[in-house]
């Protein structure tokens, strides 16, 4: 079993800057893929940010604001959230692709609240 922990949501001003942090913990061999989602009002979960490999990717909406990172020692993935809008505020989930005794298995976070004031 595998759990995902995230932490580092609050309430910010716009222009502000928020570090979400995602752990990973439990029984597996390696981690494939972390990323970060978010669910703002709405129906519509949207990819943020992901790291796989070496390779990053974003949506067009944080490009030159966020900044995702990850330590693979501590199977922790960070976002570095600058210059926030009001338009950000929303739940962030934490999304992993983690390789265990199952194969490969996907696993979500509780989600972090982060809500940004005008």
């Known amino acids: 079993q595998v759990q995902i922990a995230e932490s580092g949501g609050g309430l910010v001003q716009a222009g502000e800057s928020l570090r979400l942090s995602c752990v990973a913990s439990?029984?597996?061999?390696?981690?494939?893929?972390m990323g970060w989602y978010r669910h703002p009002p709405g129906p519509q979960r949207e990819l943020v940010a992901a790291?796989?490999?070496?390779?990053?990717n974003y949506a067009d909406s944080v490009k030159g604001r966020f900044t995702i990172s990850r330590d693979n020692a501590k199977n922790t993935v960070y976002l570095q959230m600058n210059s926030l809008r009001p338009e950000d505020t929303a739940v962030y989930y934490c999304?992993?692709?983690?390789?265990?005794?199952?194969?490969?298995?996907?696993?979500w976070g509780q989600g972090t609240q982060v809500t940004v004031s005008s």
């Open positions: 790291i796989n490999g070496g390779s990053t």
């Open positions: 439990g029984s597996f061999v390696g981690i494939n893929f």
């Open positions: 999304r992993t692709v983690a390789r265990g005794r199952s194969g490969i298995q996907n696993y």
